[in-house]
């Protein structure tokens, strides 16, 4: 017979494969400050990473991302773990969740609304701005397919309609592309954004 261990194995945790999207207006000021986003965005929900691995990826002090990693844990993003090796002495960290949404269309009244674009438009300004500083340092395999576009069109009403379910079909046939990929698999990540709404002079 089998004898079982007195070393228990660490566990690898579950996928959580459904976005979080974000309709509490408490959990949505912890994401109000940059560096919280930014924690978000180079975490995993299956491999636990200590607050020295995000600093030194983040370029930030541990003690920088030690107090946003306590908020954060606050509002419900992220969760403290053990650390895989057992060594008890190491303070490691995992997303809630595999992918965080802030999506406008689920805010139940105009300030949620409001505080949704302000983070937004907050997350993907600082992402712009990384990226563009570092883009000469890119591979080109990563920066020639960027898209930045944007223009003012004339639609009737039902053709505005018609544009923006396939936009969201298109959206969500990519966001759905991100569940096939794991760290380590060529993959990177990739910010995509969508915007339509009635353009007023």
């Not at 979080?20 to 560096?35: F, I, W, Y």
């Not at 978000?40 to 990473?49: F, G, I, K, W, Y």
């Not at 607050?51 to 030690?66: D, N, R």
């Not at 990226?131 to 505005?160: F, G, I, M």
């Amino acid at each position: 017979m089998a004898q079982a261990s007195d070393t228990a194995q660490p566990q690898t945790p579950p996928r959580r494969d459904n976005p979080a999207t974000v309709t509490d207006t408490n959990r949505l000021k912890a994401l109000s400050h940059p560096t919280r986003l930014r924690i978000l965005t180079v975490m995993s929900d299956t491999e636990p990473v200590t607050v020295g691995q995000i600093a030194e990826q983040l370029g930030e002090s541990a003690g920088t991302v030690s107090y946003h990693l306590k908020q954060l844990e606050k509002a419900g993003f992220v969760t403290q773990t053990p650390s895989p090796d057992g060594d008890n002495r190491r303070s490691c960290w995992l997303a809630a969740q595999r992918r965080l949404e802030i999506n406008a269309d689920a805010a139940v009244d105009s300030a949620m609304a409001t505080t949704m674009d302000q983070v937004s438009s907050t997350l993907r300004q600082e992402a712009w701005q990384r990226y563009r500083s570092a883009s000469d340092n890119l591979p080109k395999q990563w920066t020639d397919p960027t898209v930045t576009s944007s223009s003012v069109l004339r639609l009737t009403s039902e053709e505005y309609a018609r544009m923006s379910q396939e936009l969201r079909e298109l959206f969500n046939t990519w966001t759905s592309r991100d569940l096939a990929h794991e760290e380590g698999d060529g993959s990177q990540p990739v910010m995509l954004n969508i915007d339509a709404f009635r353009w007023l002079p």
